[in-house]
């Protein structure tokens, strides 16, 4: 399911937060770009492209949390670099990273549901698997 600039700036109104050009911004880049993870700063980038929407990068960091605690969007850690930022709609997924080029693919989490009842069961967390990326040698570079 994808989710229009429209909600995503009705969430951020929910929060009592003023609906402002980069705001505005924000939230399309946020909704046309679903399909990607979007850093802080190429959203930042693609913001500061459009002459009517200037925006610092406090401006888009403070919507990214406002969207996020609005449970729309999630962030997730892929590495050493910035956080990702994705709608939450999308389906939940679990990213792999390869250390050695970088190439990142998805897995989704209802494939991972063994592995999560066995960390449960040893440490009692109840982990949330779509934070952070497990890292390893994708296929070309384990040759």
Do not use: K
Not at 18 to 24: C, E, G, Q, V
Not at 39 to 67: C, F, G, K
Not at 93 to 100: E, G, L, N, P, T
Not at 108 to 131: I, K, M, N, Q, Y
């Amino acid at each position: 399911m994808h989710i229009t600039s429209e909600a995503l700036l009705d969430a951020l109104r929910n929060q009592g937060l003023r609906i402002t050009a980069a705001r505005r911004a924000v939230c399309s880049i946020i909704a046309e770009r679903h399909s990607e993870h979007l850093t802080a700063a190429s959203i930042l980038d693609a913001v500061q492209a459009n002459p009517d929407a200037a925006a610092d990068q406090s401006t888009v960091y403070r919507t990214l949390d406002a969207l996020e605690s609005s449970g729309l969007l999630v962030h997730s850690h892929l590495g050493h670099g910035a956080a990702v930022y994705h709608l939450a709609s999308e389906a939940a997924h679990q990213h792999i990273v390869c250390s050695r080029c970088g190439a990142t693919a998805a897995v989704p989490a209802g494939g991972l549901s063994e592995w999560l009842d066995d960390l449960r069961r040893h440490t009692g967390f109840e982990v949330d698997p779509t934070h952070f990326a497990v890292t390893g040698l994708c296929p070309n570079c384990a040759r």
